[in-house]
């Protein structure tokens, strides 16, 4: 059912770019948790710290581990870890993984690298060290971050290391180990009892693992602006795909062509304000992919870093009005350090800005 277009170059460039790559430095800087200890004193809450920052591939994989001390630089260099409230990752529990995941799939994931296996999917998605903990991090901060909204610890959240939106239920895909939006919209309905969730997703891949998971159910409001399908992975997206059953017309899909870039980005957003509008959401999940900006080596398109903060304050415009405030944001693919950057830092100042 889900068109495979693309991948044979994927992996093409995986291993040119493992090559390319070799010997670069990726280990991160130290991180400390001073900022943990504060009194808070902004509503918007940063997950950022070593243990997230492990979730990375080896060996030049385009999606390593030097993701977030890229984005905490430029974060330092602009003053905004000084407005925000840090807080320390946290690994998830065996059963929050489990509110969207099979126990297949989540007892493969744990016994990968004792079972010597070399790649979680197809070959986009390699065993590492602690492979099973890194992931379960990037789920659990997703958790805490959604426990401290709805408990007021925070109005707003963002995860740079997150928003991996291609994992299925049953399996990893695409650079995807655990799917932690999967989870937050999971933990949002059976913990705390918010049904209509929007989730909107900028990322230059379409976010078939979030799609296709909900694509019947009619209280997850998805928008979804990419890449045409055909010229990129996964290969799924169409404006026609809209939802089935009673979820008719919950989705929205827009796939924009190669070489689209800000103009085409703002002439589509309005759209996705409709869309959020007509429904009214109770909670507002944002997947901030920085691979749509120009140069990225994965895609297409040619973004700059002002689609990310358009986004940002719209959404944050919409969460005043229907979510009181409510807002998560991940960061999701970029592969570009300059781009994604720039990218999540207009998304955190944004965020920052409009609270």
Not at 29 to 54: E, I, N, Q, W
Not at 83 to 104: D, G, K, Y
Not at 237 to 245: L, Y
Request: glycine content about 10%; some cysteine.
């Amino acid at each position: 059912m889900h068109r495979r277009v693309g991948v044979c170059s994927r992996r093409e460039f995986l291993r040119s770019f493992a090559t390319v790559a070799a010997g670069v430095a990726t280990h991160l800087p130290s991180v400390g948790h001073a900022a943990d200890k504060r009194t808070m004193t902004t509503p918007v809450c940063l997950y950022h710290g070593d243990a997230l920052g492990r979730y990375g591939f080896p060996a030049g994989h385009p999606l390593g581990v030097d993701r977030q001390g890229a984005f905490w630089r430029e974060a330092l260099a602009r003053g905004l870890d000084r407005r925000v409230h840090t807080q320390t990752p946290r690994m998830a529990t065996r059963e929050e993984i489990l509110r969207f995941h099979t126990e297949a799939h989540v007892r493969r994931v744990a016994q990968a690298q004792a079972q010597g296996l070399e790649f979680l999917d197809n070959g986009d998605t390699p065993v590492f060290p602690d492979v099973f903990e890194a992931a379960a991090t990037v789920v659990g901060s997703a958790v805490d971050g959604l426990e401290r909204i709805v408990s007021d610890g925070c109005r707003r959240t963002f995860q740079p290391i997150g928003g991996l939106h291609h994992a299925r239920r049953d399996g990893s895909a695409g650079f995807c180990v655990f799917n932690d939006l999967g989870v937050t919209i999971e933990t949002l309905r059976s913990k705390y009892s918010i049904e209509r969730v929007a989730y909107i997703d900028i990322d230059v891949h379409h976010g078939d693992g979030v799609f296709y998971a909900y694509e019947r159910d009619p209280d997850l409001i998805l928008a979804d602006i990419h890449e045409d399908g055909r010229y990129l992975y996964p290969g799924t997206g169409r404006a026609d795909e809209t939802g089935k059953g009673k979820a008719a017309g919950t989705k929205l899909n827009i796939p924009l062509p190669p070489g689209a870039g800000d103009k085409e980005f703002l002439e589509a957003w309005p759209r996705v304000v409709a869309h959020l509008r007509q429904f009214k959401p109770q909670f507002i999940l944002f997947q901030a992919g920085a691979d749509g900006l120009e140069g990225d080596p994965l895609a297409h398109l040619r973004y700059s870093p002002q689609v990310h903060a358009h986004a940002a304050r719209s959404l944050c415009h919409l969460a005043d009005q229907y979510t009181d405030g409510r807002i998560m944001a991940f960061g999701g693919g970029g592969y570009n350090r300059e781009n994604l950057s720039k990218a999540w830092c207009e998304v955190l100042r944004e965020f920052l800005d409009g609270a």
